[in-house]
């Protein structure tokens, strides 16, 4: 067994073994902590495959920030010493019926396309090497430049950058996202503010 | 292991040590293997002879500042081994558990800390070259590792079962959420300069001088050091911003029912990450590992080149170099919390939301708009000094895969010619006004390395 897959299978069993010691567990806080194992085993199997940015985006975004605010949201609101939830039988059946189903269908994708044959059907149409030969120079993780230039549009895998020219950049799109969570977030700490009395 | 021509190839400084062991005989496959093992170790040992030594330092600094001594007698007149002392003290002591509670978070929450802030050194290069993970987006990583550590001070405090422990988790959680703002916005200031994330070429790219260092690369960048200084000693949670302990007010925050190793792992983390920050200080706006100083700079890099023996005593200055602006740094950030008074956390907030993040972000949009400036103010000069993309050329010298050549030779040659003064470039020849155009250097970073991985 070569390094690379050790290290694949202890971060897919710890990031299986935390999903389902989420579902598992009834207290908020300690969901919490199991999130943490399974995100960042996430984070770990994202850096394995040399994807260092989303790696570091998934610990710091969801690891960093989500869980970091979860845990704070439970302090606040809390009434007990340890906020607990319990959860039905039906409830139980239902939620295991669902994630079931989906990890059937999961599955069924999984084994019901011919992956080589995508890869080789998408070069062909595209024309172009599709292989991540191109991309490759950025070797050993270092992705970063790739993914700022695809974001500006500057593609060299689908051929023509070496002439300026530019394909669909989505640094626009990003930015309309990223102002639209500004707005959100200056709209919750409007709403949320404590209101001044207008006679006081 | 020998010849020059490789080591300037070498950005990672795990593959020249695997390439190292090949050659000393070690079996085809278990080089990377070694190298791992031996990075690991070095690793682990600066990251526990840090608390090891800021413990020591934080004792007899406050010992002098309260105008009394502070260790004395531990290996010798110095009290150097008082550190050990403690730690031999903190094993033998029990490792206690309160009844009421969560005793599984309870005994994770100190490994998250001290593992998050260890975590945060993999990343962190000592000198050129000398880093276990030379990654392209070195200070992102950095930055979400060490967002890490505040989880496992909340789950402390929550899972104390303690109402002391519980308030000092709530205020970190609090002020952490607030602080990452503008720590990640200063952090982006030097970053606007340099056009990179990766920490061992933002180290590179000030090597030449004082005047190359991104404190001094314009107004903004000089002030965002200090912010950044303010923010990081607020994230390491030290005084005047240790709210979380408050020993005060809150017996001890969020580390009240903790005891033996566990309370200790509190504090190695906190005393490792203090030195984290620092480093990270010292690599974006003090030159990193380069002293500063034009001719001893330059002796350097004629030393690198030489290769052999040479170029690990190069390595070795330059991690002393680095070593002492971070030491500096945390002596800094000790000298604060024992002559600043601690300030309430409704302060703490205020300073933070109501001066730290808009100056910041003000700090930002100078540092964007600055190369404009200068462009129209100096004809075509976007940087005080020497173009930047001209001192990447000269600090990578070869073409290692994924960095690219920025800046044409001729530019690189005519720069070399350029005095520091920004004044100087007014009478350039008409040249330099073509090659230097309206997008600042780094604009054009990312456009010279599209062509290159497109060949």
């Known amino acids: 067994m070569s390094g690379e897959s050790l290290f694949f299978t202890l971060f897919t069993i710890a990031a299986c073994m935390g999903a389902i010691a989420v579902v598992v567990s009834q207290s908020v806080v300690r969901m919490a902590f199991w999130l943490i194992i399974s995100l960042g085993s996430t984070a770990a199997l994202f850096f394995l495959i040399d994807a260092d940015f989303v790696g570091a985006a998934q610990l710091l975004i969801y690891v960093g920030g989500t869980l970091v605010l979860l845990v704070f949201a439970v302090m606040l609101t809390s009434s007990g010493p340890y906020l607990k939830i319990d959860t039905s039988p039906g409830e139980t059946v239902l939620a295991a019926m669902v994630g079931l189903l989906f990890l059937f269908m999961v599955i069924a994708a999984q084994t019901g396309v011919d992956w080589d044959g995508t890869n080789e059907r998408i070069a062909a149409a595209n024309g172009q090497d599709a292989s991540a030969a191109v991309f490759d120079s950025g070797s050993g993780g270092n992705t970063l430049r790739t993914i700022g230039m695809s974001l500006l549009g500057l593609r060299p895998d689908l051929g023509g950058a070496s002439a300026g020219e530019l394909h669909t950049a989505y640094l626009l799109p990003f930015e309309i996202v990223s102002i639209h969570l500004l707005v959100v977030l200056v709209g919750a700490a409007y709403l949320a503010r404590a209101k001044r009395r207008r006679d006081a | 292991m020998s010849g020059g021509q490789d080591h300037m190839f070498l950005t990672l400084a795990s593959q020249s040590l695997a390439e190292f062991l090949q050659s000393a005989g070690v079996p085809e496959g278990w080089q990377y293997v070694g190298a791992a093992i031996i990075h690991m170790a070095l690793l682990f040992a600066v990251f526990s002879l840090c608390p090891f030594f800021f413990i020591w ?160 690369h314009d107004p903004f960048t000089f002030i965002a050091f200090f912010v950044y200084f303010v923010v990081a000693t607020a994230s390491c949670k030290r005084a005047p911003f240790d709210l979380a302990e408050a020993e005060s007010e809150l017996v001890g925050g969020f580390h009240t029912e903790y005891s033996g190793m566990r309370w200790s792992f509190f504090f190695m983390g906190e005393y490792a990450s203090m030195f984290a920050v620092c480093g990270v200080a010292s690599i974006l706006f003090l030159g990193g590992w380069n002293t500063g100083l034009p001719g001893v700079d330059g002796a350097l890099s004629d030393l690198r080149a030489g290769g052999g023996p040479l170029y690990y005593l190069a390595g070795v200055i330059g991690v002393a170099v680095f070593a002492v602006k971070a030491v500096i740094g945390v002596f800094i950030q000790v000298w604060l919390r024992w002559t600043v008074p601690r300030i309430r956390i409704d302060q703490v907030i205020t300073v933070c939301l109501k001066y730290l993040i808009p100056i910041s972000c003000f700090l930002f949009l100078g540092a964007i708009v600055w190369p404009l400036i200068l462009h129209s103010g100096l004809k075509g000069q976007t940087t005080w000094n020497e173009p930047l993309g001209a001192r990447v050329a000269a600090a990578i010298p070869g073409e290692p895969p994924g960095i690219p050549i920025v800046e044409p030779a001729e530019e690189a040659d005519e720069s070399d010619a350029a005095p520091a003064e920004a004044d100087s470039h007014s009478d350039d020849s008409p040249h330099a006004d073509e090659s230097a155009s309206v997008i600042p250097p780094d604009a054009s970073v990312t456009l010279n390395s599209t062509s290159e991985v497109s060949r």
């Open chain 2, 57 to 216: 330092m934080e004792r007899k600094v406050a010992g002098r500042i309260q105008d009394r001594l502070g260790p004395t007698r531990v290996g010798g007149r110095f009290g150097w081994l008082q550190s050990l002392a403690d730690g031999i003290k903190l094993i033998q002591k029990e490792d206690l558990c309160p009844p009421a509670a969560d005793s599984m978070l309870f005994r994770a929450a100190p490994y998250i800390v001290c593992m998050s802030s260890f975590a945060a050194f993999v990343v962190l290069p000592f000198s050129e070259g000398w880093v276990a993970v030379a990654a392209d987006c070195g200070l992102f990583i950095m930055l979400a590792i060490m967002s890490l550590e505040v989880f496992g001070i909340i789950l402390a405090g929550y899972s104390s079962a303690s109402k002391w422990s519980l308030f000092g988790g709530m205020r970190e959680a609090a002020q952490m959420v607030s602080y990452e703002i503008p720590l990640s916005i200063c952090a982006l200031i030097p970053i606007v300069a340099a056009g990179s994330l990766n920490l061992g070429e933002i180290g590179d790219m000030q090597s030449g001088g004082i005047h190359n260092w991104f404190l001094f």
